[in-house]
């Protein structure tokens, strides 16, 4: 069994280090642990330091044939920089074509737990039906023995997220059957790759109803990642969200509309390459119409209440005790939406 790991790196220098030392540790890159060949493909894009440099001193200093004897290793920079870009070229022409497994992850997390790559890859392995494989992310600062006020809030606002429904798919890591992902192409001014990626692998790029129990979560499989703290980073990060979130909408509206006027035979795929071919800036334009549409604002649905959906899925205590939070949290919900309409207006 083949398995491709494809680590997308952007200005990850000073970081990157402890992230491929702790991926080496995963049990699956143990001789004789199970039957695999490994690869591992870094993609550093439009990097400004010296990222792939310090992707090849590490593997290089780490992964050598008498204790790696099943890994393989290469470094491909890209000029341009973009998650989505990226992911293209690793998918349909970096990894290796023969690969069963492809596992999709951030230069920027770090593992706690020496199995959890072993256990997405186990998920797939004993269900057929399930395409991909996620795990569990974990803040940072949940980690901290000495949280201060800032990490304790940020803790308490992960709560708020939802818990005990369908599983999302976390763009900072993920497995899946690298023959589901050949399927797919993102267009490249896509804003956040998971929640278009949950879309296309729930609907199977859209020709079926959608089957959210494609995507599971694996047992006792984490990672973590840096937590905003800083009001600033959480405000902006918050913007990113809105963003992403209005721009996959248009995106597959956009797209729903011209499989309608199309032969059965077009796939979603072709569609999005070919308008990336023919115009790069078509996403920008779908931004421009519909921003002239709604009169200059443009507004996620149910975004601002969607904290206060979350509390119904805990218990009546926790739902008392972190309505205050959630009332914070829309807030900073309502600024990011403003910040976001400024930053669309500027499309």
Known sequence: MKVSIGILAHNEATTIRKTLESLLQQTI??????????????????????????????????????????????????????????WNHYVHELADPQADYMFLMDADIWFPEPYTLGSMLNVLEQDPYIWVAVDRPVKDVVLKQNKNLIDHLSSFV??????GGAVWLCGQLYCARASILRQIYMPSELTADDGFLYQMVTTNCLTTPIQRDRIARAPDALHVFEAYTHPRQLLKHERWLVVANITNTLIFEHLHTALKQLPSDRSASSLFREWDQQNPRWVANLIHAERTKQSGWLSPPEYLVRRFINLHNKPLIKMILLFPLAFVAMCVDLLALCAANRELSKV
């Open 158 to 163: 992960s709560e708020l997220s939802g818990s």
């Open 29 to 86: 890159f143990q001789p004789g642990e199970r039957s695999l060949e490994l690869e591992i493909v870094g993609v550093p894009n439009g990097c400004r330091d010296n990222t792939a440099e310090v992707m090849r001193r590490t593997f290089a200093g780490i992964i050598n044939p008498v204790d790696y004897p099943q890994v393989t290793w290469k470094i491909c920079e890209l000029a341009q920089p973009g998650k989505p870009n990226a």
